[in-house]
Structures are given as C-alpha cells and as structure tokens.
C-alpha cells in the first residue's frame, strides 16, 4: 500500500491492517514544489508526527527565523536540498509559501529531525491560529484527536473570537467505538488546556475536495448556517 497524501491515522492504519494483514505500507511526504521529501516504512517508527527519513537524494536541514540551522529536536521550518525541486511559479509567488535559501528550498512546512535523521512534521507556519495570546499549530491537535479511539478523521481550525482573537475549534467524523468522554480524558492527558478545542462538531461524513482533502470552505459555511450536517458536541 503506497500512501503520498496525508499521513495515515492510527485508524487507517489499523483499518489497513485488517484488510491486508500482509501487506506492506510505505509513506511519503512531499510537496509539488519540492517533489519527495521522506518515505516511511514498516521498519520506520510511526509516531503521530513522524514521517520518515529523507528520500533517496534529498537533504533536509530545519531552520529558525532568521535561516540558521537549528540542531537536532529543536522545531523550525523544513527546508530541502534536492532535484527535485521546482525553479518556481510561472506567474511568480509571494514568498509566504514556496521559497529559496542557496540550495536549499521550502514550502513553509514546520517541523523537527530527530538524532537519526527521522523527520516530525508538526504544520504550517500560515496555518498557525492565535489564542488568547498562545500560538498554536491545528495539526498538532488534529493528530491528537486521531490519536483516540473511535475517530476516523479530524479537522481543527480558528474562529473568531472578540477575547481570545481566535478559539480553537474541530469538527471530528466519528468511527467505530466513539466515546465523547474517552474524547476529553484522552485530550486532558495529551494536551495543555489553552490547545484543546473550545468548540467541537461531529460530521458523520466530512466533505472533501477532488483532490481529497477536507473542503475547509464547506466546512465553515455548514457552521455559519448551522448545517444539519454537523451535530455540536461541545
């Protein structure tokens, strides 16, 4: 089973496992812009932010800043040496996404290398949502939630807030064996207070692009209009 889009959850791989217990799962992270940039295998560790060592080729080096190395489990941007990478946009970009240093390129991917090179990949420095002063990154609580019984999948994002400038919110599609005070037990043990979400739907199905992500403008008009399709849980 070869996966190159989002990382699997604990759910999928289980799933995986139950349909093809012999099978084999590689993983890949990479980007259009920068091409492969890790491979996991069955021998890799899986953590929830693991995603594997460098591919065949490519560098990887995590940068603060102001674009100096930064060692070993220390978090910063991903960047990539490799020949794979683009020359850039035809119509040009705006440096918030898809950028240079020297040789190396990136996408504005956050993350951290462990001691034998395995990559953490922790999210997007735009997609960081500010609360009460805290910054917090959504993948990081969405692979918390994914990491509890009973959930197929999850979305976490911020929403306006006249306090707080932005609360924390998720809409989570339930699995199997769903238990909302497994839910919170689970996220009080794995996360500080300020990163758990204030708001939490369910959605029996989430909506997903073509390309098969989670169609995020859906998901927030079925909220502004109280969309039956969502069932607030908290």
């Not at 560790?45 to 693991?50: D, G, K, N, S």
């Not at 460098?54 to 603060?64: H, K, Q």
């Not at 909220?223 to 849980?233: G, M, V, Y």
Request: one cysteine or more.
């Amino acid at each position: 089973i070869t996966v190159a889009g989002a990382k699997l959850t604990p759910a999928d791989r289980e799933a995986a496992r139950r349909a093809f217990p012999e099978a084999q799962v590689t993983e890949y992270y990479g980007a259009s812009e920068l091409g492969f940039i890790s491979v996991s295998r069955a021998k890799d560790r899986h953590t929830p932010t693991a995603v594997g060592k460098a591919f065949p080729g490519v560098r990887l080096e995590i940068r603060d800043e102001r674009g100096e190395r930064l060692p070993a489990g220390e978090t910063g941007t991903i960047f990539v040496e490799s020949e794979l990478i683009s020359d850039g946009y035809i119509a040009g970009g705006d440096g918030a996404g898809f950028r240079r240093q020297g040789k190396l390129a990136t996408v504005g991917d956050l993350g951290f290398l462990d001691e034998d090179g395995t990559l953490h990949l922790i999210g997007r420095a735009g997609g960081m949502v500010v609360s009460g002063g805290n910054n917090i990154y959504p993948s990081e609580v969405e692979i918390v939630i994914q990491g509890a019984g009973g959930v197929n999948a999850a979305f976490v994002f911020g929403l306006d807030h006249p306090d707080l400038g932005s609360e924390l919110a998720a809409v989570i599609e339930p699995g199997d064996g769903f238990d909302h005070a497994a839910l919170e037990r689970h996220l009080a043990a794995d996360l500080p207070r300020y990163k758990r979400p204030r708001r939490i739907w369910l959605c029996r199905k989430m909506p997903m692009t073509a390309s098969g992500k989670v169609a995020v403008g859906e998901l927030r008009q079925w909220i502004a209009e109280e969309n039956s399709a969502l069932e607030r849980l908290v």
